[in-house]
Every structure is written in C-alpha cells, then in structure tokens.
C-alpha cells in the first residue's frame, strides 16, 4: 500500500512561484509513475501533469506547459512539483497520484492518492 502526503500549498501572488512535494510512505515509489491533479471550487478534478517512474519522462496539461516542472527523487520518496508564474487559475487544490511505470492522463487510471494541499494564487 503507498501512502502519498503532499506538502507546500500556501497563498501567493500572481507571479511568483512554489514548490509542491508529495511524499510516499509504506512502499517505495521506484517503479511508480506519479500523476498531479487539481480541482478548483465546483471543478471537475483535472490532469496537471505527470512523471515516469524514473523520471526519464514528463508529460504536461497545456495550461500549465513551461510554467510547471515535475521532478522525483526516488532515493528520498518524493515527487516534486515547481509551479512558477502562478496564476489566479491557478488555485486549487492539488493532488499526487501513483500508478505503476508509466503516467496517465485519467484519475480512474491510478490506484493511490493523497489528501491534497491548496494553493490559492491572488491577483
């Protein structure tokens, strides 16, 4: 069972940056592929962006292409996720997901997930 805690939310201005981690617990994540999501207020859950399991591969939302970075250091557990040139459509709340090898598009194609942590953009 793989346990994912993602950390780093907060509140920031239009512009500046942050640094979501999202870390496993109860398994290594080696082998995993790890999916971020994020649903805003009254939103559907969408696909941000994702990483295979060695990190060799990333695949982003278009929203998101060139602003958002995904990253994993499989020695420490953790998916990493720079977001820079936050945006007011930004904010959400924002989930990792874990599936195993290679990443996916579809939230009903990955068997973990963890609890989210909200990033609020202001204008």
């Known amino acids: 069972q793989v346990q994912l805690v993602e950390s780093g939310g907060g509140l920031v201005q239009a512009g500046e940056s942050l640094r979501l981690s999202c870390a496993a617990s109860g398994h290594t994540l080696s082998g995993y592929a790890m999916g971020w999501f994020r649903q805003a207020p009254g939103k559907e859950r969408e696909f941000v962006g994702g990483?295979?399991?060695?990190?060799?591969?990333?695949y982003y939302a278009d929203a998101v292409k060139g602003r958002f970075t995904i990253s994993r250091d499989n020695a420490k557990n953790t998916v990493y996720l720079q977001m820079n040139s936050l945006k007011p459509e930004d904010t959400a709340i924002y989930y990792c997901?874990?599936?195993?090898?290679?990443?996916?598009?579809?939230?009903?194609?990955?068997?973990?997930w963890g609890q989210g942590t909200q990033v609020t953009v202001s204008s």
């Open positions: 990483i295979n399991w060695s990190g060799s591969n990333t």
């Open positions: 997901a874990a599936r195993w090898t290679n990443w996916a598009t579809r939230r009903a194609d990955y068997s973990y």
